[in-house]
């Protein structure tokens, strides 16, 4: 399953939607069957960063988004999360 723009709005940010939200996602996608959820996100996104993992996303790759994002160094972030045991 493939985790697509996930946003919380900036005045309700701080609140654990996030957090609720992506384990909510975990949870939809493990009891359906499937093995994995994957996502992207850009190397800015730091904040989405730090919640993937925490929620038990690994890093499995980098990409440039175009030429001139590897020109200045911009990557895209590539995630992973096994659903094989509840976590």
């Known amino acids: 399953l493939e985790l697509r723009r996930m946003s919380v709005s900036r005045e309700q940010r701080g609140r654990g939607l996030a957090r609720a939200l992506c384990r909510e996602v975990l949870s939809?996608?493990?009891a359906r069957?499937?093995?994995?959820v994957v996502l992207s996100t850009s190397m800015v996104q730091v904040a989405a960063q730090r919640l993937y993992e925490g929620q038990g996303f690994r890093?499995?790759?980098?990409s440039s988004p175009s030429l001139l994002g590897?020109?200045?160094h911009?990557?895209?972030f590539h995630?992973?999360?096994d659903l094989g045991a509840k976590s």
């Open 28 to 30: 939809f996608a493990r």
């Open 59 to 62: 890093r499995v790759g980098t």
């Open 70 to 72: 590897t020109i200045l």
């Open 33 to 36: 069957g499937f093995s994995a």
């Open 74 to 76: 911009f990557q895209i």
């Open 79 to 81: 995630y992973r999360c």
